[in-house]
């Protein structure tokens, strides 16, 4: 399996921006997909995850504000990213397995190489 993301970049406070991460290779439908933000300095944590049923799963620091989903072909995961903020400054990483507990503990087997995401205030 190899993950793809893209569409980071430089915003404002309170814009918008939406990350996709692109997956090829031996990729199921009820793989589950998900996020992680690595901030300078600071470890790894998760920011979402969906589930082959459609479930979604945030974590607190982000929930009202980010969307996660995927597309029908069940093989490009995206994050919608709205009102920014400067703590979301981070590197994004894709993650990918076939377990939700893996991803959610980020230990999947599979990671993108990461887009990096700047909002400056």
């Known amino acids: 399996v190899q993950l793809q993301a893209s569409g980071g970049g430089l915003v404002q406070t309170g814009d918008s921006l939406r990350l996709s991460c692109a997956a090829s290779g031996r990729i199921f439908s009820s793989t589950v997909m998900g996020w992680f933000r690595q901030a300078p300095g600071m470890e790894r944590e998760f920011v979402a995850a969906r589930w082959r049923s459609g479930t979604a799963v945030y974590a607190d620091s982000v929930k009202g504000r980010f969307t996660i989903s995927r597309d029908t072909a069940k093989t490009t995961v995206y994050l919608q990213m709205n009102s920014l903020k400067p703590d979301d400054t981070a590197v994004y990483y894709c993650?990918?397995?076939?377990?939700?507990?893996?991803?959610?503990?980020?230990?999947?087997?599979?990671w993108g190489q990461g887009t990096q995401v700047t909002v400056s205030s």
């Open positions: 993650a990918a397995d076939s377990s939700r507990g893996t991803v959610v503990a980020g230990t999947s087997r599979y």
